[in-house]
Antibody, heavy 118, light 110 residues
Framework: QVQLQQWGAGLLKPSETLSLTCAVY????????WNWIRQPPGKGLEWIGE???????NYNPSLKSRVTISVDTSKNQFSLKVSSVTAADTAVYYC????????????WGQGTLVTVSS | QSVLTQPPSASGTPGQKVTISCSGS????????VYWYQQPPGTAPKLLMY???QRPSGVPDRFSGSKSGTSASLAISGLQSEDEADYYC???????????FGSGTKVTVL
């Protein structure tokens, strides 16, 4: 049973860089796409981007200029960086695995609330 | 503004059937598989349906999905109190080259 555990800073000031990491335990790291998804308070889900074990990544066009997703296969971890954050980036951020054969985001991290405030 | 459109709310009494719609376009639902996620309050979303109508292991068969053209729907039959949650549809969008989610539907068990 794969488990995703995420961590990172929860309080940022405007213009700073958001940084989160997600570790994958109990399952294969290769062969899957690893994703970041966010949810502003009281609002819906927004896909941020994905990466596979070889580093091939794909981003939401609306965030692409500020987002970097990277992978560390030696640690079975992947990370998210969002630069120049504003209050609009305040959200719960989730890491998630896209299941084998595109069978949906079948495993999720616990979520990290990131608040951007001066 | 979400790319996929869902009604904001739906409700029913225990035992009733509730159906949630999800409307998209030819670049997403019209050409790709639809997913459904369930999110109880204060928790991470959970995969409920993939490939339009396939249930992951452990999802009760009270949940069923369908797709027709550029729309999809999720039906919950035999509604139970534990089904109170937000429900989101999702699909890959060929124009945006990424996944898009619906606006979410809050299901209330009366």
């Amino acid at each position: 049973q794969v488990q995703l555990q995420q961590w990172g800073a929860g309080l940022l000031k405007p213009s700073e860089t958001l940084s989160l990491t997600c570790a994958v335990y109990g399952g294969s790291f290769s062969g899957y796409y690893w994703n970041w998804i966010r949810q502003p308070p009281g609002k819906g889900l927004e896909w941020i981007g994905e990466i596979n074990h070889s580093g091939r990544s794909n981003y939401n066009p609306s965030l692409k200029s500020r987002v970097t997703i990277s992978v560390d296969t030696s640690k079975n971890q992947f990370s998210l960086k969002v630069s120049s954050v504003t209050a609009a980036d305040t959200a719960v951020y989730y890491c998630a695995r896209m299941g084998w054969g595109l069978r949906g985001f079948d495993s999720w991290g616990q979520g990290t609330l990131v608040t951007v405030s001066s | 503004q979400s790319v996929l459109t869902q009604p904001p709310s739906a409700s029913g009494t225990p035992g009733q059937k509730v159906t949630i719609s999800c409307s998209g376009s030819s670049s997403n639902i019209g050409s790709n598989t639809v997913y459904w996620y369930q999110q109880p309050p204060g928790t991470a979303p959970k995969l409920l349906m993939y490939n339009n109508n396939q249930r992951p292991s452990g999802v009760p068969d009270r949940f069923s999905g369908s797709k027709s053209g550029t729309s999809a729907s999720l039906a919950i039959s035999g509604l139970q109190s534990e089904d109170e949650a937000d429900y989101y549809c999702a699909a890959w969008d060929d124009s945006l080259n990424g996944y898009v989610f619906g606006s979410g539907t809050k299901v209330t068990v009366l």
